[in-house]
């Protein structure tokens, strides 16, 4: 049988010295459907349950909330017939405002729109997304099917006003059903760090609005992209060899995010990765790193890497592939010279990821110095990088750090969404450091 869903890598430096102690290397692993299966048509596109979970707290202006409606029944529009959709609207308490509901035709949609169209009748109170999360979970285990991907789409205006740590570990707990959440969100008090640790567990989007009639752009687009999924539940499963050294670990692709210090648990030395649903069109990446001791000249291999996923429309349930992400050992100075640049590339622009982390835990801890020397090693990543348009929002943000001496929520909120797009492909960052 074909591999439906390809795995493949790509290691820095192929070839590693017998004269070091030590050499670190970085090791990219990538995920795509194969040509076959995204050719493949509508037929192995799968059924999607959406959730929207809307934010009708009292800080919603009336312009904002009739913005959110019309995102809301746009996202609708691009569901197609056998999809299903869920919404709700959350404040101090949560209104189930259309029940799960089969999407069969125009008619469908419309009665949708219809009910969106009233929940600015329940506006105001807190913001208690732990509670929103909880009925969207319930609603989402209500439509049975093993075909169907389910994603919740969170939006809110503002910072939550019960446990934020309660909050976060519904949605580990979510994630682990397989269910997927993005979370967007606008205004000076929108939390952007703690939105993406919302969306981290499961793979998914975070996104900064700037302004109300933008919020019809971001729902479509996701609701499009979650709607060209072709397989589901996908994870990589990564096992270093004895004596290789675990590091550290990031989402390259289509998000980049700093996922943290690799802890291997217990004896398999293995962690594992999840993907959750890959969409037709994306490819899904992800770096390591890792440092091997002295060896005599020879192959060996530093990491088992396996896929597994199930494509429902071809059947497949438990597909799987394995690949020997294997280095030589070898005196060839010339060989020893070659550099894989895709790699570096990706590592370099992943590892903003967690400059930026610093910069936070920084400026939260006072440490001004600390916090300016961040800046402006950021400043000449991005220009190393090329991109002088980064390299002036960070000189701009120095100045204003170093007058004011503090940045408002808002500016890292704007800093960390421009910070972590990708130009080419509008990847983003989102703080994943509980996964591994």
């Given at each position: 049988?074909?591999?439906?869903?390809?795995?493949?890598?790509?290691?820095?430096?192929?070839?590693?010295?017998?004269?070091?102690?030590?050499?670190?290397?970085?090791?990219?692993?990538?995920?795509?459907?194969?040509?076959?299966?995204?050719?493949?048509?509508?037929?192995?596109?799968?059924?999607?349950?959406?959730?929207?979970?809307?934010?009708?707290?009292?800080?919603?202006?009336?312009?904002?909330?009739?913005?959110?409606?019309?995102?809301?029944?746009?996202?609708?529009?691009?569901?197609?017939?056998?999809?299903?959709?869920?919404?709700?609207?959350?404040?101090?308490?949560?209104?189930?405002?259309?029940?799960?509901?089969?999407?069969?035709?125009?008619?469908?949609?419309?009665?949708?729109?219809?009910?969106?169209?009233?929940?600015?009748?329940?506006?105001?109170?807190?913001?208690?997304?732990?509670?929103?999360?909880?009925?969207?979970?319930?609603?989402?285990?209500?439509?049975?099917?093993?075909?169907?991907?389910?994603?919740?789409?969170?939006?809110?205006?503002?910072?939550?006003?019960?446990?934020?740590?309660?909050?976060?570990?519904?949605?580990?707990?979510?994630?682990?059903?397989?269910?997927?959440?993005?979370?967007?969100?606008?205004?000076?008090?929108?939390?952007?760090?703690?939105?993406?640790?919302?969306?981290?567990?499961?793979?998914?989007?975070?996104?900064?609005?700037?302004?109300?009639?933008?919020?019809?752009?971001?729902?479509?687009?996701?609701?499009?992209?979650?709607?060209?999924?072709?397989?589901?539940?996908?994870?990589?499963?990564?096992?270093?060899?004895?004596?290789?050294?675990?590091?550290?670990?990031?989402?390259?692709?289509?998000?980049?995010?700093?996922?943290?210090?690799?802890?291997?648990p217990g004896e398999d030395r293995t962690i594992s990765i999840p993907i959750g649903a890959v969409e037709r069109d994306k490819e899904y990446a992800f770096i390591v790193t890792c440092s091997v001791p002295k060896r005599p000249a020879g192959n060996i291999r530093i990491v088992k890497a396996e896929l597994f996923y199930d494509v429902p429309a071809m059947q497949i349930t438990g597909g799987s592939s394995l690949q020997s992400i294997v280095i030589n050992y070898t005196d060839d100075a010339q060989a020893l010279a070659l550099i894989n640049g895709e790699v570096e590339r990706a590592f370099d622009e992943a590892e903003i990821g967690r400059m930026v982390e610093g910069l936070d835990r920084a400026m939260n801890a006072g440490a001004r110095e600390d916090a300016a020397a961040l800046i402006d090693k950021l400043t000449e990543r991005y220009r190393e990088l090329g991109d002088e348009?980064?390299?002036?929002?960070?000189?701009?943000?120095?100045?204003?750090?170093?007058?004011?001496?503090?940045?408002?929520?808002?500016?890292?909120?704007?800093?960390?969404?421009?910070?972590?797009?990708?130009?080419?492909?509008?990847?983003?960052?989102?703080?994943?450091?509980?996964?591994?």
């Open positions: 049988m074909a591999e439906e869903i390809l795995l493949d890598y790509a290691v820095n430096r192929p070839n590693v010295s017998t004269q070091r102690d030590e050499t670190e290397l970085k090791v990219l692993v990538k995920v795509n459907a194969s040509n076959a299966l995204r050719a493949g048509g509508m037929e192995v596109v799968l059924p999607i349950h959406l959730a929207l979970v809307l934010d009708v707290s009292s800080s919603m202006k009336s312009s904002e909330i009739d913005a959110l409606k019309e995102a809301a029944r746009a996202a609708v529009d691009e569901l197609r017939p056998g999809d299903f959709v869920t919404v709700l609207a959350f404040q101090s308490v949560v209104y189930d405002i259309v029940e799960p509901t089969r999407i069969e035709d125009s008619s469908t949609k419309a009665l949708v729109s219809s009910k969106i169209d009233v929940i600015d009748q329940f506006q105001g109170g807190g913001t208690d997304m732990e509670y929103a999360l909880d009925k969207a979970e319930h609603h989402l285990l209500m439509v049975p099917g093993d075909n169907l991907v389910r994603k919740i789409m969170l939006f809110t205006d503002g910072q939550l006003t019960g446990n934020p740590e309660t909050c976060i570990k519904r949605a580990a707990e979510i994630s682990q059903r397989g269910y997927s959440i993005d979370a967007f969100g606008f205004g000076a008090e929108f939390d952007y760090k703690f939105m993406q640790r919302i969306a981290s567990f499961s793979n998914g989007y975070t996104e900064k609005i700037d302004k109300p009639h933008e919020i019809r752009r971001v729902f479509e687009r996701r609701v499009k992209a979650a709607a060209s999924s072709i397989a589901k539940n996908v994870r990589v499963d990564l096992t270093f060899t004895p004596h290789v050294r675990a590091q550290r670990g990031w989402r390259s692709s289509p998000e980049i995010a700093y996922m943290g210090k690799i802890r291997l348009e980064m390299a002036a929002h960070y000189v701009g943000l120095k100045q204003k750090y170093v007058s004011q001496g503090a940045l408002s929520q808002d500016d890292m909120n704007t800093t960390r969404h421009k910070s972590t797009q990708k130009r080419s492909s509008g990847v983003q960052l989102v703080d994943a450091s509980s996964l591994i």
